[in-house]
């Protein structure tokens, strides 16, 4: 399993991005996926997770609102739309995969198995 995120960049604060992370392994689109960020000096932090279907979704308090996290399992591709950035929203992020789950939607990163390369987001004042 290989997940790959991209999308990243440099945007002021107000401005949107949105995060890919393509996904190779067959039974990828049956598992749950995640984003979560890491800030420089931080522990890793939950951001959104989404079933296998797309039907449920779990957000960190910080992003809830702001943030939509989607999948397209024909094109085997997860997304997260970040709108209304902040400062503090500036972190590597990465795309994870829990083959344990189908419809959990946890926060725990210990659960997500395989964890790709990050995308780095930098959100400017």
């Known amino acids: 399993v290989q997940l790959q995120a991209s999308g990243g960049g440099l945007v002021q604060a107000g401005g949107s991005l949105r995060l890919s992370c393509a996904a190779s392994g067959r039974f990828v689109s049956t598992w749950t996926m995640g984003w979560f960020r890491q800030a420089p000096g931080e522990e890793q932090e939950f951001v959104a997770a989404?079933?296998?279907?797309?039907?449920?979704?779990n957000y960190a308090a910080s992003v809830k609102g702001r943030f939509a996290i989607s999948r397209d399992n024909a094109k085997n591709t997860l997304y997260l739309q970040m709108n209304s950035l902040q400062p503090e929203d500036t972190a590597v992020y990465y795309c994870a995969a829990d083959p344990k789950s189908y419809i959990r939607v946890g926060p725990n990163p210990h659960r997500y198995d395989y964890r790709g390369q990050g995308t780095q987001v930098t959100v400017s004042s």
């Open positions: 989404i079933s296998s279907t797309g039907h449920i979704t």
